[in-house]
């Protein structure tokens, strides 16, 4: 279904002196330097997948969307999606495809939806029966009704999402890109939005490409992931085998009574019999704040809450999943350790 | 056709609602326009006054009234929000939700704001030109309305109009460059005042000067309609003028395109 090959995006930047006789300067005079935001990338989707696209900020998701949506051209490089280049007859390859961007809305900031809805009806054409069943299939998992009569301005970021992801389904699209989908949303509705996205992928067959930096996305979405960072694949594989391999890492944050408790902290020694390897334990303490991180492998979090809380009183105290970020961390770590093989 | 106009109809609709939506601001923004006309009423007053002659270079003081509000009212059929609206959209990437859509680029633009138009029509445009003739019936006391002279304007309205928005669009096209338009429209906008003869008619221009900016695409911004409008133009130079526009929309039109499928494979969206 989506076929892409040693995409390239390569960006020509200003660079920017500091200060105020740098911006002076920079007015008659800039630097430039290009900079690979996408830098040889290859990947495949099949029909029906739902496909985990990550990264720390920065690392090109987005860029590659845009090519793939075909806002973007690529400096080099392929993508086929559906049959078709996205950058070769715009019009006709976005009729079959949706998307949404987080941070955008696609709807008309002045129009009651229901007005948008139907304007988008008239540019996608679709047909009147097919339009109403599609409309009572988003209303019911996506429950637009409370404020479908609202302008899109007066919609909370959470009702704006729903209705966005509702505008790039209208016309059943055959592929569905979603750039940062939850992004700012409370539980509640990251868990609407999520069911809705499932049950559309289960029930139209739609191909989902899906952009995140929220785990709990990934694994309630996605079999199959693609990692990048800095322009470049770093992952491509099962989701299952990533968690296995990197993400036993936990991070535990409190805040202690008083700042000399901490000193009776010994981790080092306290799990010096886990066998512990480079990285599975770091500790960190800033005043009375301390961050420790460990691997759930070598130590389980209960052996972690025991010995912490028996050695120190603490105020607050929070186990936190790794994020993305950590496991890409982790990854580089293995990556090194493994020779290079993933 | 038919699939056309239901494809970008629903974006003068929108254009209709985004209007009304700010109804303060839309009243705020006449009443500022109708004391500009004034002022400018007063300041011709004294220059007719220090002249001492009851014409200057073939207008009397009636004709400059008609020419001022007449000028305005044109303006508010021909001035296109394209470089403004294709810029902001460059400079905050928002560019990227029109170019998701299956339709095409200045289409929606150009529907959209025709929405505005139509409203700006019969809210402000007829009852205001609908005065300037009752005024010119009290001063001459006879009815001066032909409605073929009317059709001609309007048909070189639409003509100004389709020039002004492919302009604009070139120029905001620009942002594509630039990545952001402010300091330029401000530049472009006193320019234009100047050069479309609509601060002070060309007629008053030296007539080198004059000849040369009657050449020149900008008068059939707001000029050309207007002398068409208070019968200036003898038969055969107003279809001399109406010619020029029309070859100017084409140019314009075409240079939009390219600028676009250039600026189309630059686009870096700005902000995530």
Same mark, same amino acid.
């Given at each position: 279904?989506?076929?892409?090959?040693?995409?390239?995006?390569?960006?020509?930047?200003?660079?920017?002196?500091?200060?105020?006789?740098?911006?002076?300067?920079?007015?008659?005079?800039?630097?430039?330097?290009?900079?690979?935001?996408?830098?040889?990338?290859?990947?495949?989707?099949?029909?029906?997948?739902?496909?985990? /696209?990550?990264?720390?900020?920065?690392?090109?998701?987005?860029?590659?969307?845009?090519?793939?949506?075909?806002?973007?051209?690529?400096?080099?490089?392929?993508?086929?999606?559906?049959? +078709?280049?996205?950058?070769?007859?715009?019009?006709?390859?976005?009729?079959?495809?949706?998307?949404?961007?987080?941070?955008? !809305?696609?709807?008309?900031?002045?129009?009651?939806?229901?007005?948008?809805?139907?304007?988008?009806?008239?540019?996608?054409?679709?047909?009147?029966?097919?339009? !109403?069943?599609? =409309?009572?299939?988003?209303?019911?998992?996506?429950?637009? +009704?409370?404020?479908?009569?609202?302008?899109?301005?007066?919609?909370?970021?959470?009702?704006?999402?729903?209705?966005?992801?509702?505008?790039?389904?209208?016309?059943?699209?055959?592929?569905?890109?979603?750039?940062?989908?939850?992004?700012?949303?409370?539980?509640?509705?990251?868990?609407?939005?999520?069911?809705?996205?499932?049950?559309?992928?289960?029930?139209?067959? @739609?191909?989902?490409?899906?952009?995140?930096?929220?785990?709990?996305?990934?694994?309630?979405?996605?079999? $199959?992931?693609? =990692?990048?960072?800095?322009?470049?694949?770093?992952?491509?594989?099962?989701?299952?085998?990533?968690?296995?391999?990197?993400? +036993?890492?936990?991070?535990?944050?409190?805040?202690?009574?008083?700042?000399?408790?901490?000193?009776?902290?010994?981790?080092?020694?306290?799990?010096?019999?886990?066998?512990?390897?480079?990285?599975?334990?770091?500790?960190?303490?800033?005043?009375?704040?301390?961050?420790?991180?460990?691997? @759930?492998?070598?130590?389980?979090?209960?052996?972690?809450?025991?010995?912490?809380?028996?050695?120190?009183?603490?105020?607050?105290?929070?186990?936190?999943?790794?994020?993305?970020?950590?496991?890409?961390?982790?990854?580089?770590?293995?990556?090194?350790?493994?020779?290079?093989?993933? | 056709?038919?699939?056309?106009?239901?494809?970008?109809?629903?974006?003068?609709?929108?254009?209709?609602?985004?209007?009304?939506?700010? $109804?303060?601001?839309?009243?705020?923004?006449?009443?500022?326009?109708?004391?500009?006309?004034?002022?400018?009423?007063?300041?011709? $007053?004294?220059?007719?006054?220090?002249?001492?002659?009851?014409?200057?270079?073939?207008?009397?003081?009636?004709?400059?009234?008609?020419?001022?509000?007449?000028?305005?009212?044109?303006?508010?059929?021909?001035?296109?929000?394209?470089?403004?609206?294709?810029?902001?959209?460059? $400079?905050?990437?928002?560019?990227?939700?029109?170019?998701?859509?299956?339709?095409? /680029?200045?289409?929606?633009?150009?529907?959209?704001?025709?929405?505005?138009?139509?409203?700006?029509?019969?809210?402000?445009?007829?009852?205001?030109?609908?005065?300037?003739?009752?005024?010119?019936?009290?001063?001459?006391?006879?009815?001066?309305?032909?409605?073929?002279?009317?059709?001609?304007?309007?048909?070189?309205?639409?003509?100004?109009?389709?020039?002004?928005?492919? =302009?604009?669009?070139?120029?905001?096209?620009?942002?594509?460059?630039?990545?952001?338009?402010?300091?330029?429209?401000?530049?472009?906008?006193?320019?234009?005042?100047?050069?479309?003869?609509?601060?002070?008619?060309?007629?008053?221009?030296?007539?080198?000067?004059?000849?040369?900016?009657?050449?020149?695409?900008?008068?059939?911004?707001?000029?050309?309609?207007?002398?068409?409008?208070?019968?200036?133009?003898?038969?055969?130079?107003?279809?001399?003028?109406?010619?020029?526009?029309?070859?100017?929309?084409?140019?314009?039109?075409?240079?939009?395109?390219?600028?676009?499928?250039?600026?189309?494979?630059?686009?870096?969206?700005?902000?995530?």
């Amino acid at each position: 279904m989506i076929q892409v090959e040693n995409l390239q995006k390569y960006f020509k930047k200003t660079v920017k002196q500091p200060g105020f006789m740098g911006s002076v300067k920079s007015i008659f005079h800039s630097e430039k330097e290009t900079v690979k935001a996408v830098d040889d990338i290859s990947f495949h989707v099949d029909k029906g997948e739902i496909l985990g /696209f990550i990264g720390p900020n920065g690392a090109g998701k987005s860029t590659v969307i845009k090519m793939l949506t075909g806002i973007l051209t690529p400096t080099a490089g392929n993508c086929i999606i559906n049959g +078709q280049n996205p950058q070769k007859n715009r019009k006709k390859y976005v009729k079959e495809i949706g998307v949404v961007f987080g941070q955008r !809305t696609q709807l008309w900031w002045d129009l009651p939806l229901t007005e948008t809805y139907a304007v988008l009806r008239e540019i996608y054409e679709v047909d009147e029966a097919k339009f !109403t069943k599609q =409309m009572e299939f988003l209303n019911e998992v996506l429950e637009l +009704q409370p404020f479908i009569n609202s302008p899109v301005r007066t919609l909370s970021l959470g009702q704006r999402m729903r209705a966005d992801i509702a505008a790039s389904l209208l016309h059943n699209p055959k592929v569905l890109f979603l750039d940062e989908p939850t992004i700012g949303l409370d539980v509640v509705v990251k868990d609407n939005i999520r069911r809705a996205i499932s049950k559309i992928n289960r029930e139209e067959g @739609t191909t989902v490409i899906l952009t995140t930096h929220d785990l709990e996305d990934i694994s309630s979405l996605c079999k $199959r992931i693609v =990692m990048i960072d800095h322009g470049k694949k770093v992952y491509d594989g099962s989701l299952y085998n990533l968690k296995q391999k990197y993400g +036993q890492m936990r991070e535990l944050n409190f805040e202690a009574a008083d700042e000399n408790s901490i000193l009776a902290l010994d981790y080092e020694n306290a799990f010096a019999s886990n066998g512990l390897g480079e990285g599975d334990l770091t500790f960190k303490a800033d005043g009375t704040m301390v961050t420790v991180a460990f691997n @759930t492998d070598k130590i389980s979090v209960e052996q972690m809450l025991n010995y912490t809380l028996g050695t120190v009183h603490v105020k607050d105290i929070n186990v936190k999943d790794a994020d993305i970020e950590e496991i890409i961390r982790r990854l580089y770590k293995g990556d090194a350790e493994h020779g290079g093989s993933i | 056709m038919r699939k056309f106009l239901k494809t970008y109809l629903p974006f003068t609709r929108a254009g209709i609602h985004g209007a009304t939506a700010y $109804r303060a601001n839309f009243i705020a923004w006449f009443i500022g326009d109708i004391m500009y006309c004034f002022v400018m009423y007063y300041v011709w $007053r004294a220059v007719f006054a220090s002249s001492g002659s009851s014409t200057f270079n073939g207008f009397s003081m009636t004709d400059m009234v008609v020419f001022l509000f007449v000028t305005n009212l044109t303006g508010y059929l021909t001035e296109s929000d394209g470089s403004f609206a294709v810029g902001e959209e460059v $400079r905050d990437g928002n560019i990227a939700m029109r170019l998701i859509k299956p339709v095409s /680029f200045d289409m929606t633009f150009l529907f959209n704001e025709l929405g505005q138009k139509s409203l700006t029509f019969t809210l402000i445009f007829v009852p205001m030109l609908a005065g300037v003739e009752i005024y010119k019936y009290f001063t001459y006391g006879r009815v001066m309305f032909s409605i073929g002279t009317f059709a001609l304007y309007m048909l070189s309205v639409a003509m100004s109009y389709m020039f002004s928005f492919y =302009m604009n669009v070139c120029f905001g096209f620009m942002a594509f460059f630039l990545k952001n338009l402010w300091g330029f429209n401000i530049l472009k906008s006193s320019i234009l005042r100047f050069l479309s003869g609509s601060v002070i008619p060309l007629a008053f221009m030296p007539d080198t000067l004059r000849s040369v900016m009657e050449w020149l695409p900008f008068s059939s911004l707001s000029y050309t309609p207007v002398m068409i409008y208070m019968g200036k133009y003898s038969g055969q130079e107003a279809a001399l003028r109406l010619m020029l526009q029309f070859v100017w929309v084409i140019g314009f039109y075409i240079i939009s395109k390219i600028i676009l499928s250039a600026a189309l494979k630059h686009v870096t969206v700005q902000g995530g």
